[in-house]
């Protein structure tokens, strides 16, 4: 499926023995097992829907990213990672929906259905969307004018009930129709912010906000958004040419860049952060600094961490009840998200545990498949 071509779009799509369950490690990494779906015939070439549980939209895209790569069938894979993994199947018009739900503390995006266009930048390439949101513009992916455009429709929704019949209101307020991937994070039913514990004893998380916090104001007219995005996209590269010459030297004293006011933010951080690593007798890891210091935007990452009396719940009454209620899907996806942390790793086997359980209680499923094994 490198470039698959357009056949025939309504031919008859064949189907599994039974439901395969796949279950990863990386988030990004489910998009292998839709796109073998789609290249056997499993799912159509276009128009899936993702009906995506998760404490995170996962629907950024990387600021590098060209739509022509995003449209090069399994090369991009490699290209994405687990915030970013979602809008370019969509640019390639793999996907044509997104519902994704949330957990209460989880508020990304607000609850209601939108639609938005995906595709190139005319001048550079890039693949941007045309939403004004701020979880989009915080990372200066707004574009009035694309090319090789799709739309999709992004529908969020709250799922919290224990209530059958509230479950079921939801479900036909959410329309979920074949076909479609059924797709969890078990960061759903627990969730962390990786970043709190970085250098937690002089609250590095917090110190980072006014660094790269970026304030959106209410306007909708396409010049102020422009000018807000290219602003917001001058700041993210400054701040990684900072971080990546930090990485690299350790040190800010022969810097060549502009010695702007974030420069010399970044020089104060540099003296407090070194401090206290020489404290605990270590080096600063100045990359994964920025990275967590580019989720300062918007408030910052969900955190809930849940009691296993909340995880039980949630997933017996909420979730088992919310799948006896939708049609079966084509495939089921689930990430561990334990490696990197937003999943509590010392809860992430017994909600895998759970959840698998309550899959095949539901559906006619075959034996997990362990990918990330």
Same mark, same amino acid.
């Given at each position: ?37 789609? $290249? ?19 629907? /950024?895209?990387?600021?590098?990213? =060209? ?5 090069? $069938? ?21 996907? %044509? ?21 995906? $595709?190139?930048?005319? *001048? ?29 429709? /992004? ?14 209101? &939801? ?24 970043? /709190? ?11 980072? *906000? ?22 917001? *996209? ?25 010695? %702007? ?38 408030? $910052? ?18 979730? &088992? ?38 899959? =095949? ?13």
């Amino acid at each position: 499926m490198d470039n698959p071509a357009k056949t025939n779009l309504r031919s008859p799509l064949k189907s599994f023995k039974k439901i395969p369950v796949y279950v990863v490690e990386e988030h990004n990494e489910v998009l292998r097992f839709i796109y073998s779906a789609i $290249g056997g015939k499993k799912l159509p070439l276009e128009g899936t829907t993702l009906v995506h549980l998760d404490a995170h939209p996962d629907m /950024l895209i990387d600021r590098k990213l =060209k739509g022509e790569d995003a449209r090069a $069938g399994r090369k991009v894979l490699p290209l994405l990672q687990i915030e970013n993994w979602i809008v370019p199947a969509v640019a390639a018009g793999h996907i %044509s929906r997104v519902v994704w739900l949330r957990p209460p503390w989880a508020k990304q995006f607000a609850d209601g259905s939108r639609m938005i266009h995906v $595709g190139d930048h005319p *001048e550079t390439g890039l693949l941007r969307v045309d939403s004004t949101e701020p979880y989009y513009m915080s990372d200066a992916l707004y574009s009035p004018q694309l090319i090789n455009e799709r739309k999709f429709t /992004l529908t969020v929704a709250e799922l919290s009930e224990r209530n059958e019949e509230s479950i079921k209101d &939801k479900i036909k307020c959410l329309d979920i129709c074949e076909p479609y991937v059924l797709d969890i994070d078990l960061d759903f039913f627990s969730t962390t912010n990786p970043f /709190l514990n970085m250098y937690d004893q002089i609250k590095l998380y917090d110190q980072l *906000e006014p660094i790269f916090g970026f304030n959106i104001p209410q306007a909708n007219d396409e010049k102020t958004c422009i000018e807000l995005c290219k602003s917001r *996209e001058q700041q993210l590269v400054e701040l990684q040419e900072l971080f990546e010459y930090l990485e690299k030297n350790f040190d800010l004293k022969e810097y060549k860049g502009p010695k %702007s006011e974030l420069y010399h933010k970044v020089c104060d951080l540099k003296d407090v952060v070194e401090a206290e690593a020489q404290r605990l007798g270590e080096k600063p890891d100045w990359w994964m600094i920025f990275t967590g210091g580019c989720t300062r935007d918007q408030g $910052g990452l969900p955190h809930h961490i849940s009691t296993e009396e909340d995880i039980e719940e949630t997933v017996n009454k909420t979730l &088992k009840t919310f799948l006896k209620n939708i049609p079966p899907p084509i495939m089921i996806t689930v990430a561990r998200s334990s490696d990197d942390g937003y999943c509590p790793p010392d809860q992430t086997n017994y909600i895998q545990a759970l959840v698998t359980q309550i899959i =095949k209680e539901v559906y006619d499923t075959d034996s997990p498949i362990l990918y990330y094994l």
